[in-house]
């Protein structure tokens, strides 16, 4: 499994764009990447999965560069709801380990008024 | 859909008891789910891969008789603390894969705070 390097904070305004970048060199051909988020004493919720390029559901955007070595998770205006853990994670899904996920440090967001 | 519960939420334990915790599919089928551990400010650590109807698969440094699974459904997962201890203390959370959903898309339970004594 591809380790991944995310920072480990960031501050944000409520309304601002954010984009959190995450660092996965060692990405293999078939691995996908994944975005979760955890709020406190929650369990982690599923974002967005993608492979390459862009990918955009009703929350979010995950941008691919052509090398794959990093992504970015783009948050269009952020509220304070949005504060949170973000983790990235690559991984193929489908190897014998029966897509298990490796978690990394994760992102701690804050969304200040 | 694809929700994932567990029970109970929230568990205190004298030291030495065992804890068992439930984790169910309530919307899908789950041939495989997940248990994680999380400390206070902490990543979400993998412990084992729950299969149905077979044994749990443990990570490195896990030990699986101090945490059973048992898989017998493919809508339950159980994971018991036996004998427990204060070090056992932390957040507990599992997961399960919807087949029909995208790869690496796991759903998670709502978790569960275990305090021990």
């Known amino acids: 499994l591809a380790k991944t390097t995310q920072p480990i904070s960031m501050d944000s305004y409520e309304g601002q764009e954010v984009n959190i970048t995450c660092s996965h060199n060692?990405?293999?051909?078939?691995?996908?990447i994944t975005w979760y988020q955890q709020f406190p004493s929650q369990g982690p919720r599923f974002i967005i999965q993608?492979?390459?390029t862009k990918v955009t559901n009703e929350v979010a955007s995950l941008f691919i560069p052509a090398d794959r070595k990093s992504s970015t998770l783009s948050l269009p205006r952020v509220s304070l709801s949005d504060t949170a853990v973000y983790y990235c994670l690559v991984g193929d899904g489908l190897t014998g380990g029966g897509n298990k996920l490796t978690f990394g440090t994760g992102t701690q967001l804050k969304v200040e008024l | 859909g694809a929700v994932v519960s567990q029970h109970p939420s929230r568990v205190i334990c004298k030291s030495g008891t065992s804890v068992k915790i439930e984790c169910r599919s309530l919307?899908?089928?789950?041939?495989?789910m997940f248990w994680y551990r999380q400390f206070p400010k902490q990543s979400l650590m993998l412990m084992a891969t729950s299969n149905e109807g077979s044994k749990a698969t443990y990570e490195q440094g896990v030990e699986k008789d101090k945490f059973l699974i048992n898989h017998a459904s493919l809508t339950l997962s159980t994971l018991t603390v036996t004998s427990a201890h204060p070090e056992d203390s932390s957040f507990y959370i599992c997961?399960?894969?919807?087949?029909?959903?995208?790869?690496?898309?796991?759903?998670f339970g709502p978790g569960t705070r275990l305090t021990v004594l």
């Open positions: 060692n990405i293999a051909t078939n691995d996908y």
């Open positions: 997961s399960a894969r919807d087949i029909t959903r995208g790869p690496n898309e796991q759903f």
């Open positions: 919307d899908f089928q789950a041939t495989t």
């Open positions: 993608g492979y390459k």
